[in-house]
C-alpha cells in the first residue's frame, strides 16, 4: 500500500502507452523474443527462460499501476525474487473426501492436471438454470472444484453493479453454488470462483459470511486490470480475502493485440502478471486467461503460442500454482467449439499449467454453456498429461485447420436448455454424437483418452 | 513551402506514424500556403486515420499505435477545424460515450472511439465508471446525435438499462440515438432494453453509427 501512495505519480494513459505498451514493445526485441507460426506450442526451453527473464526485467523496469493514486508501484528484484520464493508450492482446497492439493507441474510433466470445471462466471438467465448447471459440473470425475455461472438477476430483478442488488446476487451465488454441490453428494468440493457475481469489495465481503456455506478452503478470484492495473477496490477484496483466511487466486487477461501488443508482448506480460499479483495481492493461485483483441476466445495459433510460452517460462522458473482459462468462440452443440476447447486444454497442460474450463462462445451469451464442455475439456486434459509438446504442437496444428476458416463468424450453437435435459442433466444424443465424433477424430491423432 | 499534394501526404504520415508534432506543424503549414482546410482533414488526417484502422483491423499494428495515432489526428483536427466556418463543418456526427456506472472497463470503448474519430466523429469520451447522469447531461450539452454505452461484466450491463430509462424519464430519449456494446451485450439485450443499435465489433460499430446517423438525418 505504501508503494501505491508514494510511487511516481503517472497518468493512467500515459502509464498504459508511453511506460508500458513502449517499454514492452522494446523489451521483447531486446531479448530476441520471435513468435514461431510453425509451433504453435513451442519446445524451446532456452526460448521460454527468455521469456521469463524478459518478464522480470519488465516488470522491474516497469512496475504496476494503482488507478486510485495514480502512481506506479515498483518492486526490485530481491522483493519480488523473495516473493516467488516463498509463494505456496501447494494448496489444499475441498474438504473431506473432496479435499484436494493443487501442486505445480513442470513442461510434459505426466502429473494430471487440476481440472477447476464449470462456466468461468457466464451469464445464467436463472437461478434454476444456475442449479442444474452447477450439478452438472459437480458430477463431472475429473473436477478438482467448481466453477460457476454468474446470475443476471436477482428474484426477477437486472442485477446494477454496486447496489443491493448486485450483493444480494453474490449471496444467492454461494447459497445455490453449495446446494448443486450437496445435491449431487459432492458438498466438498471447492468452488474457486464463488463470487461470480461480485464485482465490488462490498459485495464479496457481504457474502463470505459463512452462514452462507462459503469455507476458507474455497478459492478466490480476485482481478488484475489489463495492463497490470489495481485499484483500491480490488485491493479491498484482498484484504477480505485474506482476512478469512482463504487463499486469494489473482485473475488477469493480456489481451494480444491490446497494451501487451502481439503474441511475443502478450506471453511476456502475462508471466509478470504473476509477479504483481504474488506482490500485491499475495496470491497463492494464478488464473491467466489471455485473449485476442477481435475474436475474444483463446483459439487462434497467436494465442496458443503465448499461452503455451507463458505457461512454460512459469512453470520452468518457478513453483507458482497457475491455471489457464480459455474461451471459445463456437457455442455449445458445435464441433468447432470441441476443437477449440482441445487446442487450448493442450497448450496449456504440455506447457506446465493446471486448467479452468470455460468460457463458451465468448462467454457472453446467456444460458450458452453445458457440463459438456467442460467434461471435455478434462477428458482431454488428463489425456494429454505427459506427451511432448512437438507431438501436442501438430496436432493442434490439425486442428486449427478444421476451426480457423470459422473463427471470424464462428457457429454459436444452442442454449443449454436446448441439447440438454436440464431436469435429468442429460445431453441431447445430437450432442453426444458430435462429442464422440470429435473424441474419435483426437484418437485418430494419437490422443489416448483415459475412457 | 510545400505543395497541397504534399501536405496532403504528411499530414496522412503523420496520423500513421503517430507523430503528434508532425500533425500539428503540417496542419498550421496547411493554413498558412493557403490549402483548403477541408481538403486537407479528408485528403490527409482522414486518410491516415483510414490506413491505420485498416491496419489495426488486420492486426498488423495494435492498440496502443491505434490510440497515438488517434492523439495524433486530434491535435491536427483541432488546428484545422478552426478554420471552417461552422455552418461547413465536416463531422459526421456527434457521439458521447463512455463505461457505464459500477464498471471500470474501458478498452473496447477506446477503440469504438479512436476509430469514430478515424471516421469523422466528433467523440466526447467520459471514461469509465460514469454516472447515469452524466451521459444525459453531457448529451444534451454537446447536442450529441448518439450516447454509446459501454459494458464488459454481466453484473454491470443493467446499468445501460438505466440510462435508456433515465433519457426516457426526463424526455430526451427521441433526442439522441442509444448504442450499446461491450463483452456481455448482445442484438437480444439491445431489443431488450429499447437501444437503437448493437455492434459486435468496433468497426462494426462505426458502420452502424453511420448508418443510424443516416436514418436520424432522413427522419428529420
Known amino acids: 500500500m505504501e508503494k501505491a501512495l508514494t510511487g511516481r505519480p503517472c497518468s493512467e494513459r500515459d502509464y498504459m502507452l508511453r511506460v508500458f505498451a513502449a517499454r514492452l514493445r522494446e523489451i521483447v526485441k531486446e531479448h530476441g523474443i520471435k513468435y514461431d507460426s510453425e509451433a504453435p506450442?513451442?519446445?524451446?526451453?532456452?526460448?521460454?527462460?527468455?521469456?521469463?527473464?524478459?518478464?522480470?526485467?519488465?516488470?522491474i523496469e516497469v512496475g504496476a499501476y494503482c488507478k486510485d493514486t495514480e502512481r506506479i508501484i515498483k518492486f526490485d528484484e530481491d522483493e519480488i525474487k523473495e516473493a516467488l520464493r516463498t509463494a505456496p508450492s501447494q494448496v489444499v482446497f475441498g474438504e473431506g473426501r473432496d479435499a484436494g492439493t493443487l501442486i505445480p507441474r513442470k513442461p510434459e510433466d505426466k502429473t494430471p492436471p487440476w481440472c477447476f470445471l464449470g462456466a468461468g462466471g457466464g451469464p445464467v438467465s436463472s437461478e434454476e438454470t444456475f442449479l442444474s448447471l452447477v450439478e452438472g459440473y459437480a458430477s463431472i470425475p475429473e473436477t478438482n472444484s467448481i466453477t460457476t455461472p454468474a446470475l443476471t438477476s436477482v428474484s426477477g430483478l437486472r442485477i446494477r453493479p454496486k447496489s443491493p442488488l448486485e450483493a444480494l446476487g453474490a449471496i444467492r451465488n454461494a447459497v445455490l453454488a453449495r446446494e448443486a454441490t450437496r445435491r449431487v453428494g459432492r458438498q466438498g468440493l471447492p468452488i474457486m470462483n464463488t463470487l461470480a457475481t461480485a464485482e465490488s469489495a462490498t459485495s464479496l465481503a457481504t457474502a463470505l459470511h459463512p452462514k452462507y456455506g462459503l469455507r476458507a478452503s474455497d478459492g478466490y478470484m480476485i482481478a488484475i486490470m489489463d495492463p497490470m492495473i489495481v485499484d483500491f477496490d480490488r485491493l479491498n477484496k484482498v484484504c477480505a480475502v485474506l482476512s478469512l483466511g482463504a487463499p486469494v487466486g489473482a485473475c488477469f487477461d493480456p489481451l494480444m493485440g491490446g497494451y501487451s501488443g502481439g503474441p511475443e508482448g502478450t506471453a511476456v506480460a502475462n508471466v509478470a502478471h504473476h509477479f504483481l499479483a504474488a506482490l500485491a495481492y499475495q496470491a497463492s493461485w494464478h488464473l491467466p486467461f489471455?485473449?485476442?483483441?477481435?475474436?475474444?476466445?483463446?483459439s487462434p495459433p497467436e494465442l496458443l503460442w503465448a499461452i503455451s510460452m507463458?505457461?512454460?517460462?512459469?512453470?520452468?522458473?518457478?513453483?507458482?500454482?497457475s491455471l489457464n482459462l480459455n474461451y471459445t468462440a463456437a457455442g455449445p452443440l458445435t464441433e468447432m467449439c470441441l476443437y477449440e476447447t482441445a487446442s487450448a486444454v493442450m497448450a496449456a497442460v504440455v506447457s506446465g499449467l493446471s486448467i479452468e474450463a470455460l468460457g463458451v462462445a465468448t462467454n457472453k451469451y446467456e444460458d450458452r454453456m453445458t457440463p459438456m464442455e467442460p467434461k471435455f475439456s478434462a477428458e482431454v486434459a488428463h489425456a494429454v498429461a505427459g506427451i511432448k509438446r512437438n507431438d501436442a504442437s501438430e496436432?493442434?496444428?490439425?486442428?486449427?485447420?478444421?476451426?480457423?476458416?470459422?473463427?471470424?463468424?464462428?457457429?454459436?450453437?444452442r442454449k443449454y436448455q436446448e441439447c440438454f435435459d436440464v431436469k435429468r442433466g442429460k445431453p441431447s444424443s445430437e450432442y453426444v454424437e458430435i462429442y464422440n465424433k470429435v473424441k474419435g477424430e483426437l484418437e485418430d491423432l494419437s490422443v489416448k483418452f483415459q475412457r | 513551402m510545400l505543395g497541397e499534394a504534399e501536405i496532403f501526404d504528411r499530414l496522412s504520415e503523420a496520423v500513421v506514424a503517430g507523430d503528434t508534432e508532425a500533425a500539428v506543424e503540417t496542419a498550421k503549414e496547411a493554413i498558412e500556403s493557403g490549402v483548403d482546410p477541408v481538403k486537407a482533414i479528408e485528403n490527409g488526417l482522414s486518410r491516415g486515420a483510414r490506413i491505420v484502422g485498416d491496419r489495426f483491423e488486420r492486426l498488423e499494428i495494435y492498440l496502443p499505435e491505434l490510440l497515438i495515432a488517434a492523439e495524433s489526428m486530434e491535435a491536427g483536427l483541432e488546428i484545422l477545424l478552426a478554420e471552417i466556418p461552422k455552418d461547413k463543418a465536416l463531422r459526421k456526427g456527434i457521439v458521447v460515450c463512455g463505461t457505464v456506472k459500477g464498471d471500470i472497463h474501458e478498452i473496447g470503448k477506446k477503440i469504438v472511439a479512436a476509430l469514430l474519430r478515424a471516421n469523422g466523429f466528433e467523440v466526447h469520451d467520459?471514461?469509465?465508471?460514469?454516472?447515469?447522469?452524466?451521459?444525459?447531461?453531457?448529451?444534451?450539452?454537446?447536442?450529441?446525435?448518439?450516447?454509446?454505452?459501454?459494458?464488459?461484466?454481466?453484473?454491470?450491463?443493467g446499468a445501460q438499462k438505466d440510462v435508456i430509462d433515465y433519457l426516457q424519464a426526463v424526455g430526451m430519449r427521441e433526442k439522441h440515438i442509444v448504442m450499446v456494446g461491450g463483452g456481455p451485450t448482445t442484438q437480444e439485450w439491445a431489443d431488450q432494453i429499447g437501444a437503437d443499435g448493437y455492434a459486435r465489433t468496433a468497426p462494426d460499430a462505426v458502420k452502424l453509427a453511420l448508418e443510424l446517423i443516416k436514418e436520424k438525418k432522413e427522419r428529420s
Open chain 1, 395 to 413: 496436432i493442434v496444428k490439425d486442428l486449427l485447420a478444421k476451426y480457423m476458416d470459422k473463427i471470424g463468424d464462428p457457429p454459436l450453437g
Open chain 1, 41 to 59: 506450442i513451442p519446445s524451446d526451453n532456452g526460448l521460454a527462460d527468455d521469456v521469463f527473464k524478459a518478464a522480470l526485467d519488465f516488470f
Open chain 2, 126 to 157: 467520459l471514461g469509465a465508471d460514469v454516472p447515469t447522469s452524466r451521459f444525459v447531461e453531457e448529451a444534451g450539452k454537446v447536442r450529441a446525435d448518439i450516447i454509446g454505452l459501454s459494458a464488459l461484466m454481466s453484473s454491470t450491463l
Open chain 1, 310 to 321: 507463458s505457461g512454460q517460462a512459469i512453470s520452468r522458473n518457478t513453483h507458482l500454482l
Open chain 1, 290 to 298: 489471455p485473449l485476442h483483441i477481435k475474436y475474444v476466445c483463446s
